[in-house]
């Protein structure tokens, strides 16, 4: 699943609890942006692969509730995630947005 946090019908809260859900908290995730402005997660963690990337977030670990249906379903942190990425779209403070 992805989100283009260029078009406001995509870049809502619930479209990124539905990311946060799309996945396992069974392995590493990140949440990547990439300069055309798509938010995803991957599961290529930390400083790889990251020439497109406009930022990425912190490496979510394995087992942390970071992400997964009851992460999805965690109001305050949907909202935080979606606040991270309104803060840095499109002019991120870094390429790495650590907390």
Request: hydrophobic share 35%; charged share 25%; glycine share 6%.
């Amino acid at each position: 699943m992805k989100i283009d946090l260029n078009d406001p019908t995509q870049f809502t809260k619930k479209r990124v609890s539905e990311l946060i859900g799309s996945v396992t908290d069974n392995q590493h995730w990140q949440l990547r942006v990439t300069k055309d402005g798509i938010a995803f997660l991957s599961d290529v963690v930390g400083n790889q692969n990251t020439d497109d990337l406009a930022f990425r977030l912190e490496t979510w670990c394995a087992g942390n509730n970071y992400v997964g249906f009851q992460a999805a379903h965690d109001e305050a942190w949907v909202n935080q995630v979606h606040k991270d990425l309104e803060e840095n779209w499109p002019k991120p403070k870094s390429t790495l947005i650590d907390y």
